[in-house]
Nanobody
Framework: QVQLVESGGGLVQPGGSLRLSCAAS????????MGWYRQAPGKQRELVARITNGGSIYYADSVKGRFTISRDNAKNTVYLQMNSLKPEDTAVYYCKANYYDMGYWGKGTLVTVSS
C-alpha cells in the first residue's frame, strides 16, 4: 500500500519560514520523481517544485529563490524549505510521486501565511 504523508505545515507570519516533509512508503522511492504542489482556496492545484530521481530540479517562477526542494533517498523523504513566505503562499501543499504513468498523492498539509 502506497502512502505519502506530508507534515510541517502551520501558521507563519509573512517573511517567515517553514520546512515541509513528505515521507513515502510502499514505493521504490529512489526511482520516483517527487513533486510539491499547492492549491489555494478557489484556485487550481499548481506545481511548486519537482525533483527527479537523478536530482534535476524545477521551480515555479513564483517561488524561485525562496523555496528549496530536496530529497533523502535513505529516508524515503522529500522536503520543501520555504523562506520569505508571502500571504499568497497560503495553500494546502501536496506531495506527489511519479514514475512513468504511475502517480500517487498525499493528503496535504495546510500552510497559512498571515500576520
Amino acid at each position: 500500500q502506497v502512502q505519502l504523508v506530508e507534515s510541517g505545515g502551520g501558521l507563519v507570519q509573512p517573511g517567515g519560514s517553514l520546512r515541509l516533509s513528505c515521507a513515502a512508503s510502499g514505493i521504490i522511492f529512489r526511482i520516483y520523481t517527487m513533486g510539491w504542489y499547492r492549491q489555494a482556496p478557489g484556485k487550481q492545484r499548481e506545481l511548486v517544485a519537482r525533483i527527479t530521481n537523478g536530482g534535476s530540479i524545477y521551480y515555479a517562477d513564483s517561488v524561485k529563490g525562496r523555496f528549496t526542494i530536496s530529497r533523502d533517498n535513505a529516508k524515503n523523504t522529500v522536503y520543501l524549505q520555504m523562506n520569505s513566505l508571502k500571504p499568497e503562499d497560503t495553500a494546502v501543499y501536496y506531495c506527489k510521486a511519479n514514475y512513468y504513468d504511475m502517480g500517487y498523492w498525499g493528503k496535504g498539509t495546510l500552510v497559512t501565511v498571515s500576520s
